[in-house]
């Protein structure tokens, strides 16, 4: 076994680690934060498998914005872990066999579509091809984009002054 495989090895613990301790810890901002662990992962993955430009807007847009996002909203709300829940059905304990089942099919049935070695070339999520493709091919939907996210930051900016009005 090589170093890179320990590595993706011991990256993908960590992601399923973290989006376990998502879906299990009862305390929003501990879920929260185990959620950023299991991007920060994600992001190591990426850049494991050659794709630094993905990895470091995961790092960004994800475990950095979006994260940031999350857990302000949680503290403005000021959730509790101990405030009383909905209680739980008991049906819902008979769907885990069952989806265990389909998700082991649906994994079995892409493992078995791969054939041969399609390794994506070396450049593909470098910052230099991403990039060119930015630039070139995709240059007009680029703008388009840019386009629409100023006018969303100048219409809330006129909502902001209006309502200060």
């Known amino acids: 076994m090589t170093f890179q495989q320990l590595l993706f090895i011991g990256f993908a613990t960590l992601v399923l680690s973290g989006a376990i301790s998502v879906v299990l810890l009862r305390n929003p901002l501990y879920g929260a934060f185990a959620l950023i662990t299991s991007f920060v992962g994600l992001s190591a993955l990426y850049v494991l498998m050659g794709a630094q430009f993905i990895?470091?807007?995961?790092?960004?847009?994800?475990?950095?914005?979006?994260?940031?996002?999350?857990?302000?909203?949680?503290?403005?709300?000021?959730?509790?872990?101990?405030?009383?829940?909905?209680?739980?059905?008991?049906?819902?304990?008979?769907?885990?066999?069952?989806?265990?089942?389909?998700?082991?099919?649906?994994?079995?049935?892409?493992?078995?579509?791969?054939?041969?070695?399609?390794?994506?070339?070396?450049?593909?999520?470098?910052?230099?091809?991403v990039g060119k493709n930015l630039m070139t091919r995709y240059l007009l939907p680029f703008e388009l984009t840019s386009v629409l996210i100023l006018l969303a930051v100048v219409g809330a900016l006129h909502l902001a002054k209006r309502e200060k009005e």
């Open 55 to 129: 990895g470091a807007a995961q790092i960004v847009v994800y475990a950095g914005a979006i994260m940031m996002l999350f857990v302000f909203v949680i503290m403005l709300l000021n959730v509790r872990a101990d405030e009383e829940r909905a209680p739980r059905h008991r049906f819902l304990a008979w769907l885990a066999a069952p989806l265990a089942l389909l998700f082991s099919l649906q994994v079995w049935l892409a493992v078995s579509g791969l054939k041969g070695d399609r390794a994506p070339s070396g450049e593909t999520g470098t910052v230099e091809r």
